[in-house]
């Protein structure tokens, strides 16, 4: 097996630094990492196999946030922001925002408000036609359930991950990068215990880059 693509003396920094390490992780022959020799070694650490799974939502997860990211760019480009009125207060000009009837009602509650409130409330409606039509059109509430739905399998894969025994460097590594990726995925944190965390991170992953060159020296 080839040694994964890490460098033994600097790694690199910001999301490649969680990137290389992920690669030197996923490089592990689950049939090795458990420390082991006899029947005991044939069998994978459980915790990286978890890793794996999470790993895969998580850059389901990331893609479709890009996505909804991107259709709802489009959709405020289109109808200038989300649905709502302006509310103007008194005589001098100042104003608020309302994106639901209530806050309507709360800003204008004076019976001398009625015909101000009714044109607001229809303000308001059509405001919400417009945003529905144009989401059915650009796809942007699908795309924000698809997210939704995918970062909770993924949340469901990180706590079973955390929750598990490690057998392994691999399986102890494979947790830490899941923290670090969910918390602090560009390695931009310098508050402890960030920094603390990232430095054990890369000396489990030199620990495990030092067993894979050898197991390819040995074949």
């Not at 009837?101 to 409130?117: K, S, W």
């Not at 990180?158 to 399986?171: C, T, V």
Request: net charge positive; glycine share 6%.
């Amino acid at each position: 097996m080839a040694s994964c693509e890490l460098r033994r003396h600097r790694f690199r920094k910001g999301r490649s630094f969680l990137a290389d390490a992920a690669a030197c992780i996923a490089a592990t022959d689950p049939a090795r990492e458990s420390g082991g020799r006899g029947e005991g070694a044939c069998s994978a650490d459980p915790a990286v196999s978890v890793w794996r799974d999470w790993l895969a939502a998580h850059r389901l997860y990331r893609e479709t946030c890009r996505r909804r990211q991107k259709l709802e760019a489009e959709m405020l480009g289109e109808l200038g922001r989300s649905p709502c009125v302006k509310i103007v207060l008194n005589e001098d000009g100042d104003f608020r925002w309302a994106s639901t009837i209530r806050e309507i009602d709360r800003l204008l509650p004076n019976p001398e408000h009625e015909a101000t409130r009714r044109k607001a409330r229809s303000d308001l409606a059509a405001r919400h036609a417009e945003w529905n039509e144009s989401d059915r059109r650009i796809g942007y509430s699908r795309a924000r359930k698809a997210e939704l739905e995918i970062g909770t399998v993924e949340q469901a894969f990180a706590r079973q991950l955390w929750q598990m025994p490690s057998r392994s460097a691999a399986g102890v590594a494979a947790k830490m990068h899941c923290l670090l990726e969910i918390e602090d995925p560009t390695s931009g944190l310098h508050q402890e215990p960030w920094p603390q965390l990232r430095h054990i991170l890369a000396d489990l992953v030199r620990l495990i880059d030092d067993r894979l060159s050898f197991q390819t020296l040995s074949e």
